[in-house]
């Protein structure tokens, strides 16, 4: 990465002054390593790839891939490769990084045992968790819980082993290590501290079998990862005669030049003026920054850099910045705890009362504010326990409190004054045409909120309005787009457009309204399936064929189970059909039975059979109510108060597809021991011996959130009436893709307004939420038994075209654990490309 944006910089600064040569490694051009993890849930290779199309031939740079340089000789200025090429230089740039370290214990070289660097690594890694059970990280620091985290996805029971007292001790202290394990223990990863890898101990077979620790423990375990730490790969430098420091790294000067005025060196590989190795992409950007002026006769130097981290570790935000620590003279500390949340913050602040650094566990929330707060070295305008309490007590200043030079992106180091400038000199009108005039938010992207927000204000304070449009085609957002439809009356996209719009509409739009139009249909006195006509085209894969793609082209089936409540009838036709059609099957976590490995044109017949034993689509495909979890409440608990089995089964009939901006997700609890998880829901309820009481606003997934006490102890009546009012307010006012949680943080007076809104009918619309129900509970229709009924509709479920009932070849299963599993090689050992089954099919017809 550092190597690569030393490129960009010297192109840009100097461009054609150079003949540049670059001998990679890998096999493949740089690519992200600070999103490394995201190749685990789908991010292809080519889409981690940060070298441009054509970048090579418009620079004229020779890239020699697979080919590193072995050798250097100084005197003859010439570089040696390991094909044995030689390459004269008139200035070397050596961005050879860094190399995992791999603690010398016995049995560390056995079979199963990985680092966590490359995407090669990555691939092994996976190859090998197909016949494995338990998984073990060496290390707890940023990369050993990305490794615990990919394990843990891939089904493996996940420990992680640091020797340090803390997780990540690095960058936070005590209490933010307590806060970040006790999250991560939540989600089910073993975490053992202050114990070291004694000994990997192998069967018979090589294979890696346990793990012996300095505290005595003995962990069994199929697969280890060691993450714990890195070291400079400075061998170049050592055996040509550089000096290297006394734990390694190339020294350099401010410019990153080494004792010898044409090497310089950039990167991890480098040991800075200021006697630091840095680890993190940003210290090495700046380097590359340095060692391109230099080279271009400009001027710049590198005596340091920002540290600062922010990422999501196995879902819990992590983020640490400046003086964490607090080792600045005089310093104060102001702390703000709930062990109850999983929450840590704490602030360092300085005598003179600026902010120098601080920790933030479970909610990092304010991270893009206060890490440019502290490296501007301003002083606070607020109380400083203002900035660590939640939302709802304090109230913390937002990026327009920054002054012109904190820096906001310390990826690339760009200032507040710079963003502004690229506004107000540059004409950026909006969010991607700062990135392209700044780089701000193009690497790791943790301040693109920050930016977003400077953006709009300094549009707003140059009078210019800011675009609010769903996109491009409309300049109404979705939720102006929902009531000028349901006023008018209109029931198709193309009216919509014509009268509202502009173009023929795109992938963002389309969806929207197709979910507008599906939420209105009763009230439109329409009576339009989501796969009639123009509606049809609307929609996305998913919705198109009424079942979840999967990653090797066939699909998953999810019938209702109301509440989780099935009879055993129901259970058997599930396994008859399943067995008959070979299908994977799974429990959900939302009490449901998946069946997975359909192909497109068995999806009619396994419905036809699904309907006929009583279920119905769960559209689990859709925007819609996805599942009401329940607990087994007074009924069978000797700690149940209300029946919330019979509660959420008439939940989940009622707002049956309901179709919304996002999918929803609902649960009941019959006691406040909460075994069905309510308060990680859109809206749950938990029983009382008063009644039951309403949180809403809660979500689980990539941002955790508890929900919102709504309301408490209220009646079966009130209950149902204040969820239909909730629900029909979020689809009429919510954004395209926007959750509950983030649309109730988002909303203008929080819990409070909301309450005013659904409760007091502040705004004297409760009526009409009331009728929109009310017709969409009257008007219900199972989208699948309506499908078999129609045989136009049944039309769409071939594989190909042009030859129905002829199998997909791509769609390839192989036996697992009894059941089977999307093929993952062929018989040649080559990686299976996923069927391409996106979108509606393409008919070319002559005429």
């Not at 292809?44 to 891939?65: C, K, N, V, Y």
């Not at 400079?232 to 350099?252: F, H, K, N, T, Y």
């Not at 929330?365 to 305008?381: C, G, K, N, V």
């Amino acid at each position: 990465m550092v190597g690569q944006r030393f490129l960009e910089a010297l192109t840009e600064r100097a461009p054609g002054a150079w003949r540049i040569t670059v001998l990679a490694e890998e096999a493949r051009p740089a690519y992200d390593r600070v999103h490394l993890t995201s190749w685990f849930s789908g991010t292809t290779a080519d889409e981690l790839s940060m070298w441009p199309e054509g970048f090579a031939q418009s620079h004229g740079i020779d890239l020699r891939l697979g080919d590193p340089a072995v050798r250097i000789d100084r005197a003859a200025r010439t570089v040696t490769s390991e094909s044995g090429a030689e390459f004269p230089y008139d200035a070397l740039v050596l961005a050879t990084g860094s190399y995992p370290f791999v603690p010398p214990v016995p049995g560390h070289d056995a079979q199963g045992c990985f680092v966590y660097r490359t995407i090669e690594d990555l691939e092994a890694i996976r190859s090998w968790a197909d016949t494995a059970r338990t998984g073990t990280v060496v290390g707890g620091g940023l990369l050993g819980l990305e490794a615990a985290g990919a394990l843990r996805a891939l089904g493996l029971d996940t420990h992680v082993v640091e020797f340090a007292p803390r997780l990540m001790a690095l960058q936070v202290d005590d209490g933010g290590g307590a806060a970040l394990r006790g999250k991560i223990e939540e989600l089910g990863v073993t975490v053992h501290t202050a114990a070291g890898t004694q000994a990997i101990e192998a069967g018979a077979d090589g294979r890696v079998a346990s793990m012996a620790l300095s505290n005595g423990e003995v962990l069994a375990t199929d697969l280890v990862v060691f993450s714990a730490g890195v070291r400079p790969r400075d061998q170049l430098a050592r055996d040509c005669g550089l000096p290297v420091g006394e734990r390694g790294g190339i020294v350099v000067d401010t410019a990153c030049r080494t004792a010898d005025p044409r090497i310089q060196a950039i990167g991890e590989c480098a040991l800075a003026a200021d006697g630091r190795v840095y680890g993190l992409v940003a210290p090495g950007y700046a380097m590359a920054e340095a060692a391109a002026a230099d080279l271009a006769g400009l001027e710049g130097s590198f005596t340091g850099a920002d540290t600062s981290t922010k990422l999501k570790l196995l879902g819990v935000d992590v983020a640490s910045f400046g003086d964490a620590h607090g080792t600045t003279e005089g310093s104060l500390e102001v702390l703000y705890s709930n062990s109850r949340e999983g929450v840590y913050k704490k602030l360092v602040v300085g005598a003179d009362g600026s902010l120098l650094g601080g920790v933030l566990v479970g909610d990092a929330e304010a991270y893009d504010m206060l890490r440019p707060l502290a490296t501007s070295a301003a002083a606070l305008t607020v109380p400083p326990e203002q900035l660590v309490l939640p939302a709802s007590i304090g109230t913390a200043p937002g990026p327009i409190a920054l002054p012109d030079e904190a820096v906001v992106c310390s990826c690339h180091n760009v200032t507040k004054g710079a963003i502004r400038a690229a506004v107000t000199d540059g004409g950026c009108a909006d969010v991607p045409a700062v990135k392209k005039c700044t780089r701000a938010g193009t690497g790791c992207g943790s301040c693109v909120k920050a930016l977003g927000t400077i953006v709009a204000d300094e549009l707003a304070a140059a009078g210019v309005q800011v675009a609010r449009g769903l996109c491009e085609h409309f300049a109404h957002t979705r939720a102006e787009l929902f009531e000028i439809v349901r006023v008018k009356g209109i029931t198709t996209f193309s009216r919509l457009i014509d009268e509202h719009g502009t173009g023929e509409g795109c992938d963002v739009c389309k969806p929207a309204v197709g979910s507008i139009l599906a939420s209105l249909n009763a009230e439109l006195g329409n009576s339009v399936h989501i796969l009639d006509g123009e509606q049809a085209a609307l929609q996305d894969t998913n919705d198109h064929f009424l079942a979840n793609l999967q990653r090797n082209g066939s699909y998953s089936v999810v019938p209702r189970v109301p509440g989780g409540e099935i009879t055993p009838e129901g259970l058997i036709a599930i396994g008859e059909i399943a067995r008959d059609y070979g299908l994977y099957t799974k429990i959900t976590g939302g009490q449901r039975i998946d069946m997975f490995g359909a192909a497109v044109d068995q999806l009619p017949h396994i419905w036809e059979r699904l309907v006929a034993a009583g279920f119905e689509s769960g559209h689990a495909y859709g925007k819609a109510l996805r599942t009401v979890k329940s607990c087994v409440g007074e009924t069978w608990c000797r700690y149940g108060v209300q029946d919330s089995v019979a509660l959420a089964i008439e939940l989940e009939l009622r707002y049956r597809g309901l179709r919304a901006p996002h999918k929803l997700k609902s649960a009941v609890s019959g006691c406040a021991r909460e075994c069905a998880e309510a308060q990680s829901k859109d809206f749950g309820v938990i029983a009382t011996s008063a009644g039951w009481n309403l949180y809403v606003g809660g979500n689980g997934g990539m941002t955790p959130r508890h929900a919102d006490l709504l309301v408490s102890d209220v009646d079966r009546e009130t209950l149902m009436r204040t969820i239909d009012r909730f629900l029909m307010f979020y689809i009429r006012t919510a954004d395209r893709l926007e959750r509950t949680a983030p649309w109730i943080e988002r909303m203008e007076g929080g819990l409070d307004h909301l309450r005013a809104v659904v409760v007091d009918d502040s705004l004297g619309i409760c009526a009409e939420l009331d009728e929109l129900m009310a017709r969409h509970v009257e008007t219900y229709e199972d989208e699948w038994r309506a499908t078999l009924q129609d045989p136009d509709r049944l039309r769409r479920f071939v594989s190909f075209v042009n030859a129905p009932g002829t199998p997909d070849p791509t769609v390839r299963f192989v036996p697992e654990r009894d059941q089977v599993r999307p093929a993952r090689e062929d018989e040649d050992g080559n990686t299976l490309r996923p069927a391409l089954v996106a979108g509606p099919r393409l008919e070319v017809r002559t005429r």
